[in-house]
């Protein structure tokens, strides 16, 4: 599996993106791959407050429900629309089908860059 190299990692299998104060926050190649074909997914509403370590949406698959934890502090400002039409997205290209944006956004768990990521997702 590739894992972009200007993200970070955490052990719940979610990446983080920062621009500034903005970060992006999706589901990893790997957590995908795990849950199977995505068909329903749950996103919080612009406004609404994040906090690192704690489950913000959720997304269905043919085989669970699995919650996706916020790897950041902040406030909602953006959430990718175009999934929850298309949750399918995130199997397609999880790098590209984002989640959420978060502003100002601080980090609030413990991530890793991509290799330690990679070596986390061999065991």
């Known amino acids: 599996m590739n894992h972009p190299a200007d993200r970070m990692y955490t052990e719940s299998h979610e990446w983080v993106a ?10 990893t190649e790997y957590a995908q791959s795990e849950l199977g074909d995505l068909v329903f997914v749950n996103l919080p509403e612009p406004g609404d407050e994040v906090s690192g370590g704690e489950s913000f949406a959720d997304v269905e698959s043919v085989k669970a429900v699995s919650e996706v934890v916020s790897p950041v502090d902040g ?17 397609e290209s999880a790098y590209d089908a984002w989640l959420i944006r978060v502003e100002p956004a601080t980090i609030a768990v413990a991530t890793m860059d991509a290799p330690a990521y990679e070596e986390l997702c061999s065991k």
């Not at 920062?18 to 589901?27: I, N, R, S």
């Not at 406030?75 to 199997?91: C, G, Q, S």
């Open 18 to 27: 920062l621009d500034g104060e903005t970060a992006t926050v999706g589901l």
């Open 75 to 91: 406030t909602v400002t953006e959430i990718n629309e175009e999934l929850l039409d298309n949750p399918a997205l995130i199997n």
